[in-house]
């Protein structure tokens, strides 16, 4: 039997380095003597601290929380005493403010932390209203809070539910191993989701780099019609979710639009595995799988890292990091951010934690552009690199609207097939920003 | 330690495909032309190509210490400029031709208009159609093939050693004065890279595996002058012949190195397509009806210059666009 393949126009094809940590199943990292949770993890409103410097903290209680509706709460996740609430190091480079949690090692978890209930005896609303208690956002690196996800406008119907196990950045290979070790959970958090929008059909989409991946969900969905096990072939930005959807629905999210406009939620794998445990234990989002990667790292590994864990620990437990690493980066190495300092903390966005020699990254010099159009080729958005970054130097704002690029998402696609190793994305960014400057003074 | 992370914003790494590595290729795929070339004219064919590069080195690096600019010559982009220059010259031109068209080339069509990537013409057939309204008579005189030719001299009774080639043959008579298959191998007068059809074949080929040009162009310019080969015919309309239009002259050369040619060519598929359409109808009308046997070089000069137009209105199909949308 042929089994349908799945993919996209456009993209490319980088070495995918997850040989390193691939087959080294997750371990748990212990939780450090001092926690920084920052107030801010995901998109959305900042949150307020609520507890105080002094106050004894169990694990689980909820530490900071907001009422904007795009938020989510921060939970201790250790118990202990509330040191400080300062700014604080954050991955994103500027300090946001965090709460700081002596650990006492006790680990005495919250009267609050109770099984809600199997998601099948539970409404929509129920599901949604744990999502958002437990803290959950998008774990794929954006970190978009999940309950607003799964709350589309009323006018949009929701068609289908994809899980997004593609992982197409290079290195990382967290996602891969939830997969094959934490497989029911998976698809107890996609049930959870379907069972949400009532619909009884659910994908997941995962890279044919993952051949064992498909195989351990394939067999875990044996018998059971509603779920399809999507092959993906292996191109980068396939966990793009615009890319997924076109790849797997044929629809196309509308230029600005979201995912529901055309019927579709997508959701990633650790936050289904996140969902589950919330449903079933109770358990806020405390803890996440980080590939720690890299050819600056001693002992390449996944780890469940508790949230608040300072980067320099969990390169500890990854045998350490050698002299001659050039860059940090949290997430991969197409859109990831890089780091400056290993006490920044880990958080529900970090996906992974690359360490990179010289030999790993590109710092070459610019050439002249020389209109070849591999940028063009490769824009999985089917845009026009080259001209963008043309007039986003001249600050052409008509050029920029015309060549639209408010549709880019800046994954690097162009940057990568460039031979003369132009910064497109870097002008594209800049473009971006004055242009939306520029409209917002405007109206 | 920690002050020493280089922070930068993404993507971190980046594919091994160079500019220069691009342009090496292309002067790989450039040698089974020079190889018939001198087979059929002899060594002075190599030599006109090596004064030919040598000069558009030469002027490039002179532009970049006079200008006290960055030195460039490191991108090869000289040397292919060099050698297609000398390709598309008559073998029997003096030394100094090549000398002078690599400076129009180099100085005037390429770095007067900001150097590498910035020029809106071919800088060879911008030379190339300089030396030829310039000198119209040296550039014009064909030697018939394998010839003994003096490897550096100039040839001083050019008459006995010349004929007319397959085109101008074509256009003065009708009549075809060379088999397929001498139009296939490169028996036949002509520009020194032009003659070989199958040299250039393996040219293409290699590059198409190399993946440095795209199919695109290249067969809708030789697919494109078949069928105006055919439909505007020397004898009248619908009586040409689609295989000879495409065989003789420089539409092979034209169609794989120079119409491909990265800063002059649009950027998508489609206006690629219609580049090549555009230099096949154009090639064809010049050929026929206009006062040159040979029509390739401004067939592809004007595609040059409308090349910024491709651009603007042939846009790739963007990830949820609208139907009919404005540009």
């Known amino acids: 039997m042929t089994v349908k393949k799945y993919t996209f126009k456009g993209g490319i094809h980088p070495d995918d380095s997850k040989g390193l940590t691939k087959d080294i199943p997750v371990k748990v990292l212990p939780a450090p003597e001092t926690v920084y949770i920052p107030l801010r993890q995901h998109i959305g409103a900042l949150l307020e601290p609520c507890v105080k410097v002094g106050d004894y903290v169990k694990k689980g209680q909820i530490i900071g929380n907001s009422e904007a509706f795009v938020s989510v709460p921060v939970h201790a996740t250790v118990s202990g005493t509330v040191k400080a609430i300062e700014p604080y190091y954050h991955p994103s480079g500027v300090k946001v403010p965090a709460v700081v949690i002596e650990n006492d090692g006790q680990d005495t978890l919250s009267e609050d932390i109770k099984p809600v209930g199997e998601y099948y005896n539970l409404t929509p609303l129920q599901i949604i209203d744990a999502i958002r208690n437990a803290g959950i956002v998008g774990m794929g690196g954006a970190a978009f809070p999940t309950h607003v996800k799964l709350s589309p406008p009323k006018d949009k119907k929701i068609e289908y539910v994809i899980i997004n196990g593609a992982e197409c950045e290079p290195y990382l290979t967290s996602d891969h191993r939830v997969m094959l070790e934490n497989t029911e959970e998976v698809i107890y958090g996609l049930k959870s989701i379907m069972h949400v929008f009532s619909l009884d059909k659910g994908y997941i989409a995962v890279e044919n780099n993952k051949p064992d991946a498909i195989k351990a969900l394939r067999e875990a969905v044996k018998g059971d019609n509603s779920i399809e096990i999507c092959e993906m072939i292996t191109k980068y930005p396939q966990g793009s979710e615009k890319q997924l959807i076109n790849a797997i629905t044929g629809r196309q999210v509308p230029s600005g639009g979201l995912p529901a406009d055309v019927g579709v939620v997508v959701n990633n794998i650790d936050t289904c595995v996140a969902i589950s445990r919330a449903l079933r234990t109770g358990m806020p989002l405390m803890s996440r799988v980080v590939t720690v990667s890299g050819k600056g790292i001693n002992n390449p590994a996944n780890f469940e890292v508790t949230i608040g864990t300072p980067f320099e620990e969990v390169a500890k437990a990854a045998g350490g990091i050698k002299e001659n690493v050039r860059k940090v980066i949290m997430g991969g190495p197409m859109m990831g951010m890089t780091q400056y300092n290993l006490d920044t903390p880990v958080i529900k966005g970090t996906s992974g934690l690359l360490f990179l020699l010289d030999s790993e990254i590109f710092d070459e010099k610019e050439m002249p552009c020389t209109k070849c159009g591999k940028c063009v080729d490769a824009c999985p958005m089917g845009l026009m690199p080259l001209y963008l970054m043309a007039y986003s130097r001249n600050e052409n704002y008509d050029g920029l609207k015309n060549y639209h690029i408010l549709d880019c998402m800046e994954c690097g696609s162009c940057c990568y097939v460039c031979p003369s190793k132009k910064k497109i994305i870097q002008h594209i960014r800049v473009g971006k920003a004055k242009l939306q400057i520029k409209m917002r003074k405007e109206n | ?327």
């Not at chain 2, 030919?52 to 030469?58: E, Y």
């Not at chain 2, 001299?153 to 080639?165: F, M, N, R, V």
Request: hydrophobic share 50%; charged share 10%.
């Open chain 2, 1 to 327: 330690m920690s002050e020493k992370f280089v922070v930068s914003s993404s993507p971190h790494i980046s594919s091994d495909n160079y500019i220069c590595n691009i342009m090496k290729n292309v002067l790989v795929a450039l040698i089974p032309a020079l190889l018939m070339g001198a087979y059929v004219f002899g060594i002075r064919a190599v030599v006109l190509t090596a004064v030919s590069i040598i000069s558009c080195v030469v002027f490039e690096s002179l532009w970049n210490t006079v200008n006290k600019k960055e030195e460039t010559i490191g991108d090869c982009s000289a040397c292919i400029t060099g050698a297609l220059l000398a390709f598309i010259l008559p073998v029997s031109v003096p030394l100094w031709i090549p000398v002078v068209g690599a400076f129009f080339a180099i100085i005037i069509v390429k770095q007067l208009f900001g150097g590498l990537g910035q020029n809106f013409l071919n800088p060879a057939l911008g030379a190339r159609a300089f030396l030829l309204a310039s000198w119209p008579v040296a550039m014009t005189v064909y030697t018939k093939p394998f010839e003994k030719l003096p490897w550096i001299k100039s040839i001083q009774d050019i008459d006995a050693l010349s004929g007319a080639t397959p085109l101008a043959v074509m256009k003065q008579s009708g009549e075809m004065s060379a088999t397929y298959f001498d139009l296939f191998i490169g028996n036949v007068g002509g520009c020194i890279g032009e003659v070989s059809t199958v040299a250039v074949l393996i040219g293409f080929i290699y590059l198409l595996f190399k993946k440095i040009i795209k199919p695109h162009a290249p067969l809708a310019y030789i697919l494109s002058t078949a069928l105006f080969g055919w439909i505007i015919g020397y004898n009248g309309a619908f009586t040409g012949d689609p295989l000879f239009s495409v065989l003789s002259g420089g539409v092979l050369l034209g169609a794989v190195f120079m119409i491909t040619d990265y800063t002059t060519s649009p950027t998508t598929a489609l206006g690629n397509i219609i580049g090549g359409i555009v230099a096949g109808f154009l090639t064809v009308l010049i050929r026929v009806k206009g006062g040159y046997p040979e029509g390739v070089t401004y067939a592809i000069m004007v595609v040059n210059v409308i090349t910024p137009l491709l651009d603007k209105y042939i846009q790739p199909k963007r990830y949820g666009g609208r139907k009919n949308e404005k540009r």
